[in-house]
């Protein structure tokens, strides 16, 4: 199983920046979705999370400007950040708990990070 992000970038205070995480190999099904970020110097921290059934929880910091959804046909996880500050900046990875038919057991899998630099 891998897990592959997209959509990192630089971009300004108050902009808006889409990320996507795709999951591939021998899935047998996915459960809970989410993402972390760690910024320089601090602990990795949960933004959000998503269950199967579409069920969401988001940090305080993040909450009421970022959005996570997810595709189930495409395994795939999204995070739309918008009115982003400063702050928000680090690297964000994706986790998902997946059913592994290689592995005959659940596991968390991690994409790689993507870094998101939040700067005029």
């Known amino acids: 199983v891998q897990l592959q992000a997209f959509g990192g970038g630089l971009v300004q205070p108050g902009g808006s920046l889409r990320l996507s995480c795709a999951a591939s190999g021998s899935i047998i099904s996915i459960n809970d979705m989410g993402w972390y970020r760690q910024a320089p110097g601090k602990q990795r921290e949960l933004v959000a999370s998503?269950?199967?059934?579409?069920?969401?929880t988001y940090s305080g910091s993040v909450k009421e400007r970022f959005t996570i959804s997810r595709d189930n046909t495409k395994n795939t996880v999204f995070l739309q950040m918008s009115s982003l500050k400063p702050e928000d900046t680090a690297v964000y990875s994706c986790?998902?708990?997946?059913?592994?038919?290689?592995?005959?057991?659940?596991?968390?899998?991690w994409g790689q990070g993507t870094l998101v630099t939040v700067s005029s």
């Open positions: 986790n998902a708990e997946i059913t592994d038919y290689e592995l005959g057991s659940t596991a968390n899998f």
């Open positions: 998503i269950s199967s059934g579409g069920s969401t």
